[in-house]
């Protein structure tokens, strides 16, 4: 019996043994991939970005400019049956569960789209401009005073409340739009739309570039004045990082592309931004 048992374990060690290197399990090895970036855009948006040639590319601030600019410019108020803003937003902000209502941006609250605040109704909704108008003196003019991509259906008396103070963190929270934080000179949005209003921030930026004499300025110190500064620039795109495109405010893009025929880059590549603004200051 010692015999049979000793033969088996000399047998077991031989074909251990004769096993070939193919045979012995290895684990794979992980490959880290590198960080890649586009360097074409051609092909995103039916060729709209075939001037970009990559993030790092020189000028790339005058390149976004020269391609958003010249849009078609609705009048803020119009009476006839033309498209204005009025019209427009009711198209870029609908709500997506209720085609007869829009989304308002501090709050999220969804109201019916017939509820604007044209007679000064309070909870009704009106058009705030997340540029603040005062801050580059453009008012509700054709251009800047009525550019969809920093136009958005607000509360009337949340709008008020947010006046023309620049965007930033902290504060306390506000008595109506509850997700929202506010203090003598800044305000801070509900999360959700941090990222969306960082967003429309740079596409001012870009698009206002010295144009009609006209130079909108992102700036980490704004003094409250009517210069065209306005920030907090650093906040902003921390906000861009922490709060990222989602399915509404790529949708509004599209929207307003239609109606305007420009795009907002910053959208479309949030990376933009981190090349822009970032060398910049």
Partial sequence: MRKILLFLLIATFAFSCSKSDSDIETKPEVTIPDETKPVDFNTPHNGYYKSVTGYGQAGLKTVLHNLIKGH?????????????????????????????NVILLYLGTSIPKASKAQNNQND????????????????????????????RPADKTVNSARGNKWFDNGGNFHSEAKDCKTDSDSWEPRAAVKGDIARMMFYMAVR?????????????????DKSPDHGVLSTLLEWNKLDPVDAFETKRNETIYTIQGNRNPFIDFPDFANYIFVADN
């Fill in 72 to 100: 078609t410019e609705l009048e803020y108020t119009d009476n006839s049956s033309d498209m204005d803003v009025w019209r427009a937003l009711e198209q870029t902000d609908e709500d997506p569960n209720n085609s007869d």
């Fill in 124 to 151: 009704y909704w009106n058009r705030e401009h997340v540029w603040a108008k005062s801050r580059g003196d453009f008012g509700t003019s054709r251009g800047a005073g009525t550019d969809l991509h920093h136009l």
């Fill in 208 to 224: 206002y570039e010295a144009e009609g004499g006209l130079d909108l300025e992102l700036t980490n110190a704004p003094v409250d």
